[in-house]
């Protein structure tokens, strides 16, 4: 089951006669939005990003992740759950992200929008602490348009800085 796929079965757990009249008035909307998403070309970009982290490099597991960054034991959870999120939110496998990989091409591979909140509550429903993304984001933005920009392991101290806020509180 594809991103989209879960995305729209999460939207329907009460099949109401509102809610198949909603989908029916947004089903030419999104079908817009895809027609145009694959013309564009990013549909063919995103399967060949896709398709180069998950088969043309070797996994990674959850400890060489940690290892190579020098991550501490009291970091590691919040990592380890930024990575699941973002690997969720582009639908490849978890083991498929790195830490090298760009904020920019994650975020770019996130369909129909990117999307930090999404990425901040499942952070936040996985560890069950607070994020708080008005933080997270206030960090993140400016640096999306740096020359050189932020990757996996940057968000992820992101992430930790502000859940340590938080925490201090």
């Known amino acids: 089951m594809t991103a989209r796929e879960r995305y729209f079965e999460e939207l329907r757990p009460n099949r109401g006669w509102v809610t198949i009249l909603i ?81 920019n091409d994650l975020m770019r591979m996130q369909f129909p929008m990117a999307d930090v909140l999404e990425i901040c509550f499942r952070v936040e429903r996985e560890l069950a602490r607070k994020v708080p993304f008005a933080a997270v984001q206030k960090e993140l933005l400016p640096r999306l348009r740096d020359p050189e920009p932020p990757e996996v392991r940057h968000f992820a101290q992101m992430v930790v800085r502000a859940v340590r806020r938080v925490n201090l509180r």
């Open 23 to 103: 989908e029916v008035l947004l089903y030419p909307f999104w079908l817009l939005l895809v027609v145009s998403h694959e013309a564009s070309g990013e549909g063919r970009w995103y399967r060949r990003q896709a398709e180069m982290m998950v088969n043309e490099r070797p996994r990674m597991s959850d400890e060489e992740f940690l290892r190579g960054e020098g991550v501490a034991a009291e970091d590691a959870p919040i990592w380890l759950a930024v990575r699941r999120a973002l690997a969720k939110s582009v639908d490849v496998p978890t083991t498929s992200i790195y830490a090298s990989d760009r904020m």
